[in-house]
Nanobody
Framework: QAQLQESGPRLVKPLQTLSLTCTVS??????????WGWTRQPTGKELEWIGY???????YYSPPLKSRISISRDMSTNHFTLQLSSMTPEDAAVYHC?????????????????WGQGIQVTVSS
């Protein structure tokens, strides 16, 4: 099991960089390797995957957002962060951090199984 909690600003100005932190509390399961990621959902729109990072620090980003994203993880403090640069009103959404699992065969499948409660981010001057 895992518990996740997002923190960060709820209001950013256009062109600023959004920085969100996810604090992770994990149970006794330390045998599996997991991934830690971010999603967002604008009001009235579908959930969008942003990116995720492995326990070893390998990061995978959504292609449309790749040039603006940085996800990092501090394993010593069980935090991982999202930075999304050049914010516009179109980036306003509820941002969630989540734990992910990844299974690769001929292709890789990724799914999120534990989620934070989400944080509403507004972009406005």
């Amino acid at each position: 099991q895992a518990q996740l909690q997002e923190s960060g600003p709820r209001l950013v100005k256009p062109l600023q960089t959004l920085s969100l932190t996810c604090t992770v509390s994990v149970g006794s399961d330390t045998t599996n390797s997991y991934y830690w990621g971010w999603t967002r959902q604008p009001t009235g729109k579908e959930l969008e995957w942003i990116g995720y990072i492995s326990d070893s620090g390998s990061a995978y980003y959504s292609p449309p957002l790749k040039s603006r994203i940085s996800i990092s993880r501090d394993m010593s403090t069980n935090h991982f962060t999202l930075q999304l640069s050049s914010m516009t009103p179109e980036d306003a959404a509820v941002y969630h951090c989540a734990r992910a699992q990844r299974l690769c065969g001929a292709t890789c499948r990724v799914w999120f199984d534990y989620w934070g409660q989400g944080i509403q981010v507004t972009v406005s001057s």
